[in-house]
């Protein structure tokens, strides 16, 4: 199984609302990571998990608040976003931190009304 | 970390073969060079990837020269399906903290045409 698998694949939410995103891989890698991507943009580095700590935080609003609960899984969870934070959120997995062969998902489409 | 730099975009002809090139001057001795495809709304994913030399997959074949301040990818035979962006990243495979934030570059849109 070399699939990570991101729920939901589109989401729309209003900027009250809190909801969560979820990551799962059962690949057995230990490092799991979170990107933002625009339209017509690279994926952006958002937050690095390394054996269920946070490893690495680029400076992302606290709006945007990740959570891993064990190795296979990663949440997102989101509260009052904005519309700017509108786009494509991708989770991906690679054995250890630095790993540079990452397995990513299929993305959550987030809309924010 | 070393920086790359690609094409912004390249258009080809179906049955055609493609090469993409990707700059790194700054590249260091442990940098491995990787490359990852991306098609519309999905997330990118693992092509290929070298230290020196040539590499050979099923998908495509990546040239590095001696110098290793660039690489090529090449694709054989492109089709309509391998319109994609594509990924040029470089990062240290050996101590795992060169490119531990797997950053991503512009990349190259490439379109395929009939």
């Known amino acids: 199984d070399t699939e990570v698998t991101q729920t939901p694949k589109h989401l729309v939410m209003g900027m009250t609302n809190k909801k969560s995103l979820k990551c799962e891989q059962h690949?057995?890698?230990?490092?799991m990571y979170w990107y933002k991507q625009k339209a017509k943009k690279p994926p952006e580095l958002m937050f690095v998990y390394s054996y269920e700590k946070l490893s690495i935080n680029e400076s992302v609003p606290s709006r945007f608040s990740p959570e891993c609960p064990n190795s296979s899984l990663l949440n997102l969870h989101l509260h009052a976003l904005q519309p700017e934070d509108s786009a494509l959120y991708l989770c991906?997995?690679?054995?250890?931190?630095?790993?540079?062969?990452?397995?990513f998902g299929q993305g959550t489409r987030l809309t924010v009304v | 970390l070393a920086k790359t730099t690609q094409p912004i975009s390249m258009d080809s002809y179906e049955g055609q073969e493609v090469n993409i090139t990707c700059s790194h001057n700054n590249i260091a001795t442990n940098d491995y060079i990787t490359w990852y495809q991306q098609f519309p709304s999905q997330g990118p994913r693992f092509i290929i990837q070298?230290?020196?030399t040539k590499v050979t997959n099923e998908v495509a074949s990546l040239f590095i020269p001696a110098d290793r301040k660039s690489s090529t990818l090449s694709l054989p035979r492109v089709s309509l399906s391998d319109t994609a962006v594509y990924y040029c990243l470089v990062g240290d495979m050996v101590s795992n903290f060169g490119n531990e934030k797997l950053t991503f570059g512009t990349g190259t849109r490439l379109t395929i045409i009939p």
């Open positions: 070298g230290y020196k």
């Open positions: 690949m057995g890698h230990r490092a």
């Open positions: 991906a997995s690679s054995q250890v931190r630095g790993d540079t062969e990452a397995f």
